[in-house]
T-cell receptor, first 115, second 116 residues
């Protein structure tokens, strides 16, 4: 069965600090990978996604993620965080060719950026 | 972008009653919708996949007689929590896969259910 692990449950950073949130998945086949963000009081929304091609994916608001197949990882990064990045971040995996569009989510990482 | 709307945003009910939550795709047709449950400080747990015109596919451990899902049209899926108990109190979120957005899921606002 697929699973997704996010190792950092709570992260507190000062503005301008660099961010890296870890995401590892377990599935032996081809996967589609996503990072979603939930700002306080808002819907979950897509930050970025990886289907194929360049393993370094750029998303909205200056976020990027790198797919490392050998490590089953899809870590999220941002060089310089802002106060407005305070939110909860979820990594998600969809097994390609599974015949289903099921998405499995990680436990989420709550990021607080101090002004 | 695609919009998914959920209603109600929050509901309080007495133990033993049933509660219906609606999930609508406002500007696209959703053949597949997903229902998630989110516990405090935990991830989104997939409950079931709702398929238009057919029975929902439930995840292991989710009682289909307890959580009734109906996807009668391409823009509406409903989740009915039957004979609700306090342990059913949770945050329920629906999402829809948008075919023309390359597999991206769009989420509803979520519905917070409190069972007294």
């Amino acid at each position: 069965a697929q699973s997704v692990s996010q190792h950092n449950h709570h992260v507190i950073l000062s503005e301008a600090a660099s961010l890296e949130l870890g995401c590892n998945y377990s599935y032996g086949g081809t996967v589609n990978l996503f990072w979603y963000v939930q700002y306080p009081g808002q819907h979950l929304q897509l930050l970025l996604k990886y289907f194929s091609g360049d393993p370094l994916v750029k998303g909205i608001k200056g976020f990027e993620a790198e797919f490392i197949k050998s490590k089953f990882s899809f870590n999220l990064r941002k060089p310089s965080v802002q106060w407005s990045d305070t939110a909860e971040y979820f990594c998600a995996v969809n097994a390609e060719g599974s015949g289903t569009y099921k998405y499995i989510f990680g436990t989420g990482t709550r990021l607080k950026v101090l002004a | 972008g695609a919009v998914v709307s959920q209603h109600p945003s929050w509901v309080i009910c007495k133990s033993g009653t049933s509660v219906k939550i609606e999930c609508r795709s406002l500007d696209f047709q959703a053949t597949t919708m997903f229902w998630y449950r989110q516990f405090p400080k935990q991830s989104l747990m997939l409950m079931a996949t709702s398929n238009e015109g057919s029975k929902a596919t439930y995840e292991q451990g989710v009682e289909k007689d307890k959580f009734l899902i109906n996807h009668a049209s391409l823009t509406l899926s409903t989740l009915t929590v039957t004979s609700a108990h306090p342990e059913d109190s949770s945050f329920y979120i629906c999402s829809a896969r948008v075919p023309y957005r390359d597999g991206e899921l769009f989420f509803g606002e979520g519905s917070r259910l409190t069972v007294l």
